[in-house]
């Protein structure tokens, strides 16, 4: 599979200008933000595995591109969902599809009892049974991801150098935190003043620092995380969210994605208006636009 280099524009948003890097372009089956965590995988000889042992929502990107990667790689995939959403199983769609289409084996183990989580179910209940397997935590957080989101900032690093840019502010959302950590990390590695603003769209600041913590602890290396005016709960449908994607594709003509891009953009907005400085900020599109398959419609149920 080739991954490409993805380039850079310039966009307007709501009158303040910024760059955009497309790594939702990085490859059509291959969401940006997986292209990048999963890269190390995809540099892998697998030959001596069966199968890729993965968990998470019946909806995630990583599903899809965990589905690609298996497939590309000729072994199996085994990923484990606490409950298929019937109206999903009767009318699959998005990336659940892509990753059925793929050949995807998708397990449903049901509610766990006594708080079990999916993450401890896989690890103390699946993997000691299987004997070639790779396992890949959900999201791809793990310390191999570093091998591919390096790539990612040094595209950006060069890019800035082109531009004869010497500071630049780097924005992305984040779930697990793991592609802004790495990011920030290798600026510091690469000398370079720029810094990474992001968000926490799971489990507020604190988690998301958590997250921080298990793959770095040297305070350097976190990137900035700029506050959110409410408490969201990742995954839910908020008007606010749907009312900023539809702005962004109105005024950028850029589709972006449902679950983290609106918080992005809406803690980005209020950084800009608060403490807009000269330093340039560029915004990772992350990719993971097929998952809108699937948060339309669930939009348009909700809100009609
Ligand atoms: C489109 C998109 N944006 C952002 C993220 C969050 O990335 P991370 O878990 O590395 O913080 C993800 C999840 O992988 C994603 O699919």
Known sequence: MKLTKTHV?????DNFDFYLKRDDLIHPDFSGNKARKFYYLLQQDLSNVDKLIGFG??????LHSLAVLAKDKKVKLDFYVNHIPSF?????AGNYLAALNHGANIIEVGQLKDGQTL???VVQQ????????????EGGR?????VGVNLLADEIADWAASQKIEQLNVALPSGTGTTALFLQKRFVQLSLPFEVLTCACVGGDDYLKAQFNELSNVDS????ILPTTKKYHFGKLYPEFYQIWQQLKRQTGVEFELLYDPLGWMTLLEYVKQAAGDTPIMYVHQGGVLGNATMLPRYARKFG
């Open 9 to 13: 524009e310039k966009i307007t948003f």
């Open 57 to 62: 929502s019946p909806q995630a990107n990583s």
């Open 119 to 121: 993450e401890r179910y």
């Open 126 to 137: 699946v993997l000691p049974n299987e004997s070639n397997c790779q396992y890949v935590p």
């Open 142 to 146: 793990y310390q191999d991801a570093a």
């Open 221 to 224: 290396h976190h990137p900035t």
């Open 88 to 92: 999903l199983q009767q009318n699959p």
